[in-house]
């Protein structure tokens, strides 16, 4: 199938397979297609075995992070002496990415399972999944999915007769880019205001509620049935690139394309491939100009360093960035660098919880500073003011999110200095009023 | 002289907020839950609704307030009839959102983000990143989620929002 788009013949298409088959939504739907297998065989295994094989797959966070899964589940106690909770994260609201919102949309019971047997897996006695408030259908096919899910017995006191308990609640945000950061998210839960937690501790050792907790993103744990299924081999030989990046990944691809939408495919492919062949290439007479590959919270590329880059989690830092989410902005030769990262500061300026004096200070001012540059009043000493602030906001905080707003900020001026200087130099129309 | 508070927890409300206290560990956690009660049923969030929901819960007004005004979504004041949430970050900003949000503005009779139009009908609001960038503009109206929007649209959307 495929979703808006039908499936590029160069996709591996695993997660995607029934996008925009809404038969594949109803319990019944998901069984015929192949589905709760993975969680009816997850039942008859032990933790340590499920742990072992997600391990062995090479399977790592889809969130950003890329942290290996079945490493992240070992970690959690083996003794179930206090609550063990799983959370899944579907605050999905990194700038660029949409692939979450369509596995929930098309593919609730892909989800569903993936919880249940990761839950099994790390002894959890409930998995909550946090929805973002403003995704109102991924909200509410979740909740009769999950109805459904405990209506037919996969979930509940014996899920599918095993004797093994899973209880899933649905948690629903309100609107806080910050919530997707994992320790903001357990405060969010706890009907907190989300404020990132320092680590240590890790969630594993005290998360949500202060209990042992994992917190995967939908993506990974939409992928874990797949595995269990098929074996970790099948994933492991998913690979076109560094043998540290397996599976297949859903990127979401939006901006200056003639197809956006969102692609799956093997770690390793050319990322070229993926802008010009399936995603399209530019717009008529257009040529693409910058490329943010993982979200906005990495730095920027140059068209050149994308068309050079193989997309997997090596690959894409060989050339200066990071994989990140793999929602991917593809920006065109009529774009103003400037004021889009301009935009993007604004973004987190909006989104900081505030609790550090260098993100709320620092996103802030980034914003002022890029607003008195378009404005045309921009100085020569902005340059060197913006990337101290940057340093500043950089591997100082709580959580990284004035390190995100400093990667735009540092790679454009790095790459796209000329167009900052022309509106110095009163080269280009201000495009903003002064402040 | 504004009317007194109507409780929101009674009867069914009260029963649906007591069912969830099963799902979580503490009464705490129900707070995001309960504040969304809270809005549906009176679209907005008052001060007195905030006490009303520190009582149930147990927690302070000023404990709930300040969760309340961390989260963009709860309205500390009262909107139009129809909530208009546009996206504008940078995926959308590069396709056009700016547009979208002029014509909606123009076409509701806002005269600003934030405000309500003289007939209370709409509000629009400016939003970050919405979550759906391969399908620029999306909006969401009330509840409902439009991909796809762009100006020329923006009428025949409004049309469906008496």
């Not at chain 1, 039908?6 to 939504?25: I, M, Q």
């Not at chain 1, 300026?349 to 404005?375: D, F, K, N, P, V």
Request: with cysteine; hydrophobic share 35%; proline share 7%.
């Amino acid at each position: 199938m495929g979703y808006p788009h039908p499936s590029h013949p160069r996709e591996t298409v695993v997660l995607s397979r029934y996008f925009g088959d809404a038969g594949a939504r109803t319990f019944d739907g998901w069984v015929q297609r192949g589905g709760y297998e993975g969680l009816r065989k997850a039942l008859g295994m032990t933790r340590e075995a499920i742990v072992e094989e997600v391990k062995a797959s090479g399977l790592r966070g889809r969130g950003g992070a890329g942290f290996p899964t079945g490493l992240k589940w070992s970690f959690m106690p083996r003794d179930v002496v206090k609550p063990h909770y799983l959370v899944c994260n579907a605050d999905e609201s990194e700038p660029g990415t949409f692939k979450d919102r369509e596995i929930m949309r098309w593919t609730p019971h892909a989800l569903i399972e993936g919880c249940a047997i990761a839950s099994h897996a790390i002894g959890a006695e409930r998995c909550y999944i946090y929805i973002r408030g403003e995704f109102t259908e991924p909200l509410r096919i979740m909740a009769d999915a999950v109805a459904e899910a405990y209506a037919r017995g996969a979930l509940g006191p014996s899920a599918f007769g095993s004797g093994k308990r899973i209880d899933m609640v649905i948690h629903r945000g309100a609107g806080a880019y910050i919530c997707g950061e994992e320790t903001a998210m357990m405060n969010s839960i706890e009907g907190k205001r989300g404020n990132p937690r320092i680590k240590p501790p890790f969630p594993a050792a005290s998360g949500l509620f202060g209990m042992p907790t994992t917190i995967n993103n939908v993506e990974t744990l939409a992928a874990v049935p797949h595995i269990l299924v098929r074996g970790s081999d099948w994933h492991k030989g998913l690979c076109l690139g560094s043998p540290k990046s397996t599976g297949t990944k859903l990127i979401s691809i939006c901006g200056h394309v003639q197809r956006p939408g969102n692609y799956e495919v093997t770690m390793g492919t050319p990322l070229k491939d993926i802008l010009y062949e399936m995603a399209g290439g530019p717009r008529p007479g257009r040529t693409f100009k910058a490329v943010i590959p993982g979200g906005s919270s990495v730095p920027i590329m140059t068209r050149q360093e994308a068309e050079e880059a193989l997309f997997d989690y090596e690959g894409i830092v060989a050339k200066g960035s990071m994989l990140g989410s793999a929602g991917m902005i593809v920006m065109d030769d009529t774009t103003d660098m400037v004021y889009q990262i301009w935009r993007l500061a604004r973004f987190y300026a909006h989104e900081s919880c505030a609790q550090c004096t260098q993100c709320r200070e620092g996103t802030a001012w980034t914003t002022r500073i890029l607003e008195r540059i378009l404005a045309g009043k921009g100085k020569q000493d902005d340059f060197q003011l913006l990337l101290d602030l940057s340093e500043n906001m950089t591997g100082k905080t709580i959580c990284v999110l004035s390190d995100s707003c400093a990667a735009p900020v540092v790679s454009g001026i790095q790459k796209f200095r000329s167009e900052f200087e022309d509106y110095i130099a009163g080269a280009r129309e201000p495009s903003m009023a002064a402040v | 002289m504004t009317a007194p508070h109507q409780p929101v927890f009674v009867g069914e409300t009260r029963a649906r907020l007591e069912r969830l206290f099963d799902d979580y560990p503490t009464k705490q956690a129900c707070l995001l839950p309960a504040l969304w009660m809270v809005q549906e049923e009176r679209s907005w969030i008052s001060e007195p609704a905030i006490e009303e929901v520190a009582g149930v819960l147990g927690l302070t007004p000023a404990y709930v307030k300040g969760v309340v005004t961390f989260y963009t979504m709860y309205h500390t004041h009262p909107v139009g009839r129809h909530f208009i949430q546009v996206c504008t970050t940078s995926p959308c900003n590069i396709c056009g959102a700016e547009d979208v949000v002029k014509a909606l503005l123009e076409k509701t009779g806002c005269r600003e983000l934030g405000a309500t139009s003289p007939d209370g009908r709409f509000t629009v609001i400016e939003v970050e990143c919405l979550g759906a960038c391969g399908f620029p503009t999306p909006i969401l109206v009330d509840d409902d989620f439009i991909e796809d929007v762009t100006p020329d649209k923006v009428p025949g959307i409004l049309q469906r929002y008496p």
